[in-house]
């Protein structure tokens, strides 16, 4: 399984994916799901906002419980972020199947469209669709970088943008959503534990920072007559790291356009992406608002005009308590006392999160060695990763076969 869906979209000189939302790659990832769905004699579906779900038993029947991630990635990302956790739900039924585990209630294994926003800049659009949180006017405006709408990348693609929008019969049909998940960070591996559950995910949003200034010639053009926007946008970087440091959070402008985008041109605008993160929603308030600041500073001291646009948001996350206890008991079972199962907060923003708001949703976490993520050096050792199976059977197991 993991071998036929490895080689999708991987860029033979960076080794990282570029598995981006309605392109040639996600194809190729979705047709593997639908393989590995009807493989299984599982029935498949698509919903109305491209998400692709496995089901075994019949859906109508309702408290279904459901397991599944993304396949898309960031660019040049890693091999694991997204595809460990739909990978580990097939393997899951496999392994629930050789015990003969009888289903007393509908599975489902799920493939979330377009998890990462690496096209379209806003993340989870296939479950914030699903969940009525992003609206469909809103989607309908997404643009890439070549000023492909969603609408028009979705038609290219054989879809049918015209019947997206909330799901919120499918949803009510849900009775418990697991998502197993790379860990991206390294708590595990300092803990020494294979596998954790997830507690809350940080509260983080994206705000895009436009600086204009004036283009001009790059030879002739005196330092003081310039009004340089690149100026005002490094030292924005700086101060971003400097606010993030300060309240223990982070901050990062991963991502940058310039226009004219000539060597030899003084920029006339510089566009900038903030991803900020914090453990609570006061100090990524202070964060932000302290980054805001500093950069209209910036943007006066340059005569450059400054506009910043929050993209997007995320609130904090408390996975369900109730879910994640009844996990943390099957999972502990088998332990001695002192050795529970690890719970740990995480600053990545997951699907599971977006549907925290409508059904109870859990995360199971699957160590990650050195912690690197959205890069090709991300990795998780084999028998880390059939202990995540393991795990995901067993709670599978204990959910929904009695
Ligand atoms: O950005 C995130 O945290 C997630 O990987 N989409
Ligand atoms: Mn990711
Ligand atoms: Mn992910
Ligand atoms: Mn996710």
New binding site residues.
Partial sequence: MWRELQPIGRHPDSGGYRRFAWTGADRDCRDWFEEQARGRGLSYELDRNGNQWAWLGDPAAGDAVVTGSHLDSVPDGGAF?GPLGVVSSFAALDELRSRNARFTKPLAIVNFGD???ARFGL?CVGSRLAAGELTVERARQLRDGDGVSLPQAMEAAGYDPDVIGADPERLARIGAFVELHVEQGRALDLSGDQVGIASAIWPHGRWRFDFRGEANHAGTTRLVDRRDPMLSYAETVLAARREAQLAGAVATFGKISVEPNGVNAIPSLVRGWLDSRAADQATLDTVVSGIEKAAREYADEHGVQLDIVRESFTPVVEFEHALRDEIARILGREKEADLKVPVLGTG???DAGILSGTIPTAMLFVRNPTGVS?SPAEYAAEDDCVAGVTALADVLEGLACT
């Fill in positions: 972020d998890e990462e926003g993340a990545a923003g997951h959205h």
